[in-house]
């Protein structure tokens, strides 16, 4: 895995017959500024690249997004509610795996050497070229257990 600048990215993409087009710049830029923790859904960067006063559709995004997480460039994240949402794909140190609350959606995300490892050494024995290893842990947080507590 490799992290990606615009230049190592307008290189491979172009290796693989992709070309780096203003617009996928743009998408990826909004994705390499985003604090820590945080994961857009489609409409989500809609929204931002229209207060930026950028025109892309809808649909160019959702397309840009499938290709770059099938790239191994962003990693898609399904939360509770159904939306995919996506991220920057990072390499360790800041490779990391989600704990999720099904009903309130709150995600906490936590490193963990020996799942990337696992993913890794399966890959390589298998001959695979790994893009993203990530685990995905559905709970129910604090908050919403203490709600769901009967009264009394
Ligand atoms: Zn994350
Ligand atoms: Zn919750």
């Known amino acids: 895995m490799a992290i990606y600048t615009a230049t190592s990215l307008k290189a491979e993409l172009n ?3 992709w070309r780096l087009t203003p617009q996928r710049e743009t998408i990826l830029q909004v994705f390499q500024n985003l604090p820590e923790g945080n994961h857009l859904s ?19 995004i959702y397309r840009t997004l499938k290709l770059m997480a099938r790239m191994g460039i962003l990693r898609e994240l399904e939360l509770a509610e159904g939306h995919k949402h996506y991220e920057i794909n ?3 140190p800041h490779h990391h795996h989600h704990l999720i609350c099904v009903r309130c959606n709150k995600t906490i995300e936590f490193k963990n050497d020996s799942v990337l490892k696992t993913g890794t050494k399966t890959a390589q024995r298998e001959g695979y070229y790994l893009l993203d290893c990530q685990m995905t842990i559905h709970a129910i947080c604090p908050a919403c257990q203490r709600a769901l507590l009967p009264l009394g």
């Open 15 to 17: 290796e693989r017959g």
């Open 42 to 60: 489609a409409e989500d960067l809609y929204n931002h690249l229209h207060r930026q006063g950028e025109n892309i559709s809808l649909s160019t």
């Open 90 to 92: 990072q390499p360790a």
